[in-house]
């Protein structure tokens, strides 16, 4: 019975999942939280992934593992493998004006989305190298080598320290700015025009390639025994498509820290708005993305205002009448990157005294939230994407409001996995792959699926668009 570990380092931990590299089945897991902020040393995520494996039991018992990262995040490394600097993460915005010039320079947004299928705004790697050339040229100078955080992760627990060896693979490289997921290829030239200078990027591996094997004795206690087969890795949304099983039709909606809905496809998005990332997927495939800023964090904020436990946060949003009485929440709260309004704040609008109630802005905030991500819905259809059903994950997918309510917007059938660490999950099968070598990933049955269904709620989405029309139209 081979074991295989999946590592998922998001922005706010580390976990790592032990599984069965038959079957799936679970057999430990651990965790280790991450530093808050939007700027992190990337060594904070090596501690935190040798502590989640620690907590896991170790897993100097596995036969592969493969880290599932955050995508986007900038690390920088100097001609001796040291950092630079602290990575920027996904979730910085200081380069939204970079992301501006940088369209502009290559002729505008259709261009960048013909070139590499994404158009730049803060998030995306590119856009933080510009700004890293412009406020920091003595890090530039000291930059031998760009990568981003599963690949700094992968690339130490290799262990040789040789930039030669830092690899990456299209799923994570697809969101850089600089990769074309439709050719397979790097375009240096924009790395370039960002950064002013070339540097050393990952090798791209392909979805059941290996990345090397474990240095002895480099995550304790246990981790990958000497010898361990260290799959290619990949970003969390791809790892979370790939944990989750989706196939072509599937939308996976994931709600966390960002709001994504991503859909497996058999080609290629090159969206002239910007609005779909037309990023590749982990299986060979393609994954177009529309990621928002503002998920779980308005749940939170809005039961923290309401001065409630998200338990009853739930009851009160659903003692609520859909629509909420006209209560309309566009929940900007942290700016927006779909619409890319980096610098916008979040509006309550329709407020009466008749829907002034605790139990109405509940309900106008998971309206409003799910309301951004049925915007992501519309944007892939708009691409041509098969959007037949909908796959809800993530910590906003337990909360029993957003379950219920999630069919009545986003106008489809929803199936709610059960709860689990799909990206770690989708990391630990990416292992399982390698080990095997073989042409497809293993088929694993992760958990009982609950299908929810609902008729859409009469006029929301249209007074919705009215009040977020209202902040795009601002100067």
């Not at 593992?65 to 490394?77: E, F, N, R, T, Y």
């Not at 059903?389 to 106008?411: C, D, F, K, M």
Request: proline fraction near 7%; aromatic fraction near 4%.
């Amino acid at each position: 019975m081979p074991l295989v570990a999946g590592v998922d380092s998001s922005t706010q931990s580390c976990k790592v999942v032990v599984r069965d590299a038959e079957t799936g089945a679970l057999v430990r897991s651990g965790s280790a939280p991450h530093p808050e902020g939007t700027e992190v040393d990337p060594a904070a995520w090596w501690n935190a992934l040798r502590l989640a494996a620690e907590r896991a039991g170790g897993v100097d018992d596995v036969a592969a593992i493969s880290v599932a990262g955050q995508q986007h995040g900038m690390v920088c490394l100097s001609e001796t493998g040291s950092v630079v600097r602290p990575a920027l993460l996904w979730n910085d915005t200081r380069s939204a004006d970079a992301a501006v010039a940088l369209i502009d320079e290559l002729g505008g947004a259709a261009a960048w989305a013909d070139a590499v299928g994404v158009v730049p705004v803060a998030s995306v790697t590119v856009t933080k190298l510009r700004w890293l050339a412009e406020h920091e040229p003595e890090s530039v100078a000291r930059t031998a080598a760009v990568c981003l955080p599963h690949d700094y992760l992968t690339w130490r627990l290799r262990g040789d320290g040789d930039l030669a060896s830092l690899t990456t693979d299209r799923g994570d490289a697809s969101g850089t700015g600089y990769y074309a997921a439709a050719t397979g290829a790097y375009r240096t030239d924009l790395l370039t025009t960002a950064l002013g200078k070339e540097v050393v990027l990952p090798t791209v591996l392909g979805p059941s390639d290996t990345a090397g094997r474990v240095a002895a004795g480099d995550v304790r206690p246990g981790s990958g025994r000497p010898g361990a087969v260290i799959g290619a890795g990949t970003g969390d949304n791809m790892a979370a498509a790939l944990g989750v099983g989706a196939e072509p039709g599937d939308v996976v909606v994931s709600i966390g820290t960002s709001g994504t809905a991503f859909a497996v496809a058999d080609k290629p998005s090159a969206d002239p708005l910007g609005l779909v990332a037309g990023f590749a997927d982990a299986t060979g495939r393609f994954l177009p993305l529309v990621c928002t800023l503002n998920a779980a964090r308005v749940l939170d904020a809005s039961a923290r205002m309401l001065g409630v436990d998200h338990e009853r946060f739930a009851e009160l949003a659903l003692s609520a009448p859909p629509g909420a009485d006209g209560l309309v929440l566009v929940p900007y709260l942290e700016g927006e990157r779909t619409p890319n309004l980096p610098l916008a704040t979040g509006a309550l609008h329709g407020l009466r005294l008749a829907n002034a109630t605790p139990a109405h802005q509940a309900r106008a905030a998971v309206e409003g939230m799910l309301c951004g991500l049925a915007d992501a819905l519309d944007a892939l259809v708009a691409q041509d994407v098969r959007t037949d059903r909908v796959l809800l994950i993530g910590g906003g997918a337990r909360s029993a409001a957003v379950r219920r309510i999630a069919p009545t917007v986003l106008g489809r059938p929803v199936l709610v996995p059960e709860p689990g660490e799909y990206v770690a999950d989708g990391a630990a099968r990416q292992a399982a792959w390698a080990l095997t070598g073989t042409d497809n990933p293993p088929r694993w049955r992760l958990g009982s699926v609950d299908r929810v269904e609902g008729d859409p709620t009469p006029g929301l989405r249209e007074r919705y668009a009215e009040a977020r029309d209202k902040i795009l139209s601002r100067p």
